[in-house]
């Protein structure tokens, strides 16, 4: 099972570190602190031929003065050593090499490709697996490796591969500020033994992953096991791809970058869309489609109920929910009588979306009209709006904000109803950062990350991942009516 | 002359607060603040029946207390209250009133309209300008008017019309992020009176305003007379339009937020596209478009040179260039010949997109590489990633983002070239806030601010902006040669 055999990637015994420095400028330096900082427990081993230690840890001139066993050896020195490195891993017993450094294949050159060969043929002669080169390697939080400074330490449920270091240092970023958090993430770079085939069939079987999420420039293996594989995923857990190389100018790029030969995009897409997979087009809604599936049920139809935004957002919201090919139900009548029956002023005029800044005066609250909301069959899911910026001074502002945002957990704890909020991104200045306005926004994210509650930066993205979603769910129910 | 006749708006002598406070989680407490806070310097009259002060300004119990003449009323008393308001008003030579209140003409109920008419009737009789109801009012950095707490206060060149009080405060705290400062916006409301004709005819002839910006639920003018003032507009400025109720429900919506018939969708978008201003979608889609129109000189052509980002980046951004309609040259020969020349070892290897993740090592920088691409004519403009998180440790990883960032500062200084950044923004928790990363991307974002360097949050949003400035910038050409 070569499935198995991926397992000593995630969890080795022991660890060394090919060129472990402490110069912080390098990635020998890097290595050495996430492995420690992440807490990894196996046996540690850096080598460096200069330093009788390194970060507290004692160093070893090569891996063969290793005086035991070594399972995973981290390569961060130049590619030309690898199959040095490989041959002395071997003497080690080491069952995987990670070589970060590029300038292999992926240059065109006919040196690189010449090395590359060199470095899988020893590789197969010793039994060693290979990830790389030209990669970041393995994010595993649960076992202390890491690739990052600043990734989030908890381990979560969607586990990722992705064949870009950059990208894959960005969609853990990202995602982490939606909530995400990770089972593992492979960053598999030329994959020049390690493949997409092998960390696909590895994530199926990962009962840690519940998610997958895959960059891809091209394909390693063989096309046609790649589909089966991504749609036995599909059939068990969602899968999200990004293809990177769409476009011819892409796809040149994507030579140089981890010499993948793209193949056509529209055979591509259609090809993972059939197999049940989710396509996307860049990392923003990868994770607008990770955050949909780790913190949404099952969504079964496209009428939303949508609350929280004055009278010009619920306009637009409005619009663009219906543009997107949703449905924005007007207020039930019974809901109107309710309200009516409870009291409010406003039973005729509110509608949906709910109007918020109408309220102010009326003895019902936005959370009374939401909880009618909610309640009703008619709506299958509820977007709220995080109020937009309202015109109050600075106590008001952050009471306003706070109250909104409780409101909205309070309702979602009580209610099986799907219920996601539009929260609108701005990166702020250096002197924004420290006012209460973005101070406060900042709070109220990391609440809704605490409470696992998904937002979205517009309702243009929410849109496209609750689509996704709901397609996916369709898709799979249908397959299992069949 | 209608168009000088709204000056007063922007530029009154005396100004009285109907209904001024001392309670902070009031209007009448925020206008007070904001005509002091923001530097209004004509005679300030707050009206209380209760206090003899406000704000340490002295107080009268009336409009018809006040010793002498007023030139604005800024009533935030009940919309029931107008009337009344308005007599005094005139009593008093007042030239326009803004009712900032709701719950008029919006309501949908009989009594809202015909308090609405009679407004309007004493208004006409009296000679006086009315701005609302419903609706935040005038913003006016260099006379001292505001209707929010933290706006900016330098005045700029982009002019504002928008008829929803919540889009135009958001409006202008998204803008102000990305370095857009306001010569004057406009909350008009249910346009009962001053309506989009006057204030598009002001803001044509208003020699501080370069750019219009006009959020619309529904026309209260003549369509035609609209039209070819959109037109005339155009003509002279950039004007950029966001309809509002382009669906159906969204339609629905905004007749109960300003009252407003919203007209056939389609329509409306032909008839803006051809009178030459750029039809958008969302407040983002907006704020894109002033930074492009703010920050970039015309733009000739579709040839886009890629620099800054790793390798996936660099893929995933030509595609997306490529796949909104525009082209990603390969590095032109010539460039290739300079570069081997000036001594690079990766003169053959790198590309369009310059990959900056294999520059380590080389002797040319990316600043030298990106001279290159400046200064060749086969490209029609520059987007600059500002690189994704590097993995590297903290101090590191502020060298490298500062420095790529001032090395396009410095280029896009020697050169004429248009040149953008695409600067994605993620919205840190409370936390991040803190984090070396977000302080730092803050700090750089104030510093492309102060440098007026425009930046876009991802490919699609600013490839969405290129397009619609290039499209506007040839039909003008077009216009002048016919």
Known sequence: MLSKSLEFLFNPESVAVVGASENPTTYGYSFMQHLLSYGFRGRLYPINPRLPEIAGVKAYPSLEAVPSAIDYVIHLIGVNNAPDVLTQAARKGAKAVHILAGRAGETGRPEGKKLEAEILKLAREYGIRVLGPNCLGVFCPKTGLSFGFDFPKEPGKVGALIQSGGNSTDLIHIASLRGIRFSKVVSYGNALDINEIDLFRYFIDDPETEIILSYIEGLRGDSREYLKLVSEAAAKKPVVILKGGRTAVGSRIALSHTGSLAGSVNLWETAIRQAGAVPVKNLDQMVNMAVAFSFLPPVKGKNVGIVGAGGGRS????????????????????????????????????????????????????????????????????????????????????????????????????????????????????????????????????????????????????????????????????????
Chains 1, 2 share one sequence.
Request: proline share 8%; aromatic share 10%; hydrophobic share 40%.
């Open 315 to 482: 306009v637009l919201s409005a619009d663009e929910w219906e543009e997107n090919g949703f449905t924005v139900p007007p207020l039930p009548r019974d809901i109107r009588e309710n309200l009516k029956r409870r009291g409010s002023q406003l039973w005729d005029w509110l509608d949906n979306p709910a109007d918020i800044s109408i309220m102010p005066g009326d003895p019902l609250t936005m959370t009374d009209v939401l909880s009618e909301i909610v309640a009703h069959p008619v709506f299958d899911f509820i977007a709220a709006d995080a109020e937009e910026d309202p015109p109050f001074s600075k106590d008001a502002f952050i009471q306003h904000l706070t109250e909104d945002m409780e409101g909205y957990i309070k309702i979602r704890q009580q209610s099986a109803k799907p219920f996601l909020i539009i929260f609108d991104e701005r990166s702020p200045g250096i002197k924004e950062m420290d006012s209460y306005i973005h101070r406060t926004r900042a709070e109220l994210r990391s609440l809704l990350v605490r409470e696992g509650l998904p937002f979205f930066p517009s309702v243009t993205e929410a849109a496209a991942a609750m689509n996704e979603l709901i397609t996916y769910y369709r898709r799979r129910e249908e397959k299992t009516l069949r």
